[in-house]
């Protein structure tokens, strides 16, 4: 039975439009390629703003719900995603930088991450994708701040970890194609893909990160990434999106500020993917403080490695 009904996915999945890709992101359209506040953007943890005074950030962020949800899952073409079950309680954000109340629409899954720390990308992003309490999709998108975005960054841990991804398998033969059609319905606990410290946060106002980018988004970076195992990575990154890595590339920050939470401390970003990750954290947050033959010396560590491994992003610690 199972089977069958994969069987007929992979084939509505033939129907499947693509208007755009991200193999050519210079060709996207809408806000895309004129807006001044895209994202995803590079966030460099040290001259992110405190806000002592909760002139910003006011009060933790409050999650209401996420234990206990009914999603159905999809792989749209561009994206695999779990959306809530119309009609069944949906999970509500609020506090922290929010002025109202943000219902849960959406998670989904970024390979590589789109935000980058540092100069680098994880392995990958979830993003929990809430609109405005009472808007639909369409009037959200209306509203500069229609859309709350919560985006936990994912290592790929060492053998023996646990994985946040276990929840989500059920519904991973169903993901692996594109298609037109939902996945049937199963009960998720979304509280297992947060971030360890859920209240440790960067915020900016941005865009969405797929056409047509609408400037409409209050985003919540969590600062400590959580971990799947690298068995669960490739069960979930196996499902066919264009053959390829479906993060778009980062955004100039421009005028615009990134306010951090007060759980996070302003070097506290040291859990980077990897050694590289270490060492241009440990750059950023002490440079001042390093004679300059050690810095010249890890930078260019920093810059020999980027280039084996193909991990530049646009704006890079080392100059
Ligand atoms: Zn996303």
Redesign the pocket.
Known sequence: MVSTVIVLLSLTGLSVARDWSHHDEDAWPGQCGVGKEQSPINIVPHESLPDPHEAHIRGPLVYRGYGDVEVRARNTGY?VRWAVEPGTPAPVLSGGPLRDNYTFAEV?F?WLS?HAINGLKYPMEI?FVHLKTGLNFDQALQQRDGVA?VGVLVQVGPIGETSVLEELLPAMDYIVNPSNEDSPTFNVDLTKLFSPNPQAFYTYHGSL??PLCPEVVTWMVMDQPTTVTHDHYKNLTRADLEGINNDRRVQPLGTRMVYRSKEVASCSHMASPSLLGLAAAIIACFRSKMSTTLLGAMCSIVKTKRRLLGNVVNKVTCH
Do not use: Y
Request: no cysteine.
């Open positions: 994206k989904h970024h789109e993003h975005v990160t797929t």
